[in-house]
């Protein structure tokens, strides 16, 4: 694991800023997993986040508490969306990862008819 990605070791959110087009920055509080040196999240397909990604694969991220609040250092990456395939790899690691409330917020997301995006954060 590289030294920047060490502080998210052992941690349950990140705080995840994308930009908009006018290059002002939205922070977001998610859950997240690192696997094989890459940071991966999975979001609603029609949230703000993913359709900013959308326009500019840059984004910053950092160690957070439940609220967003920074408790490390920010960290510069690109965001790519993954294949169907490696997201239903990761989202099954997310529900390891983060049990019963994951599940939870699944199942409530297929009675909304959201569908996940999974993306992965390149450091």
């Known amino acids: 694991m590289s030294d920047q990605l060490a502080q998210f070791a052992n941690q ?8 908009r087009k006018n290059g002002v920055g939205v922070p ?5 997993i690192v696997d094989n040196g ?3 999240v999975s979001s609603p397909s029609h949230t703000g986040k993913v359709k900013r990604l959308q326009n500019n694969p840059r984004v910053r991220v950092a ?8 408790i ?4 510069e990456g690109q965001a ?6 490696d997201g239903e790899r990761v989202e ?32």
């Open 72 to 75: 490390g250092a920010w960290v």
């Open 92 to 123: 099954r690691l997310l529900d390891r990862k983060y049990g019963f409330q994951k599940r939870l917020l699944n199942l409530l997301g297929r009675l909304r008819g959201w569908k996940n995006i999974v993306y992965a954060v390149q450091i």
């Open 38 to 40: 890459v940071l991966y």
């Open 12 to 19: 349950k959110f990140i705080s995840l800023e994308t930009f």
């Open 28 to 32: 977001t509080v998610v859950w997240f």
């Open 80 to 85: 790519r969306f993954v294949s169907p395939e």
């Open 63 to 70: 160690p957070a508490n439940p609220r967003g609040e920074p």
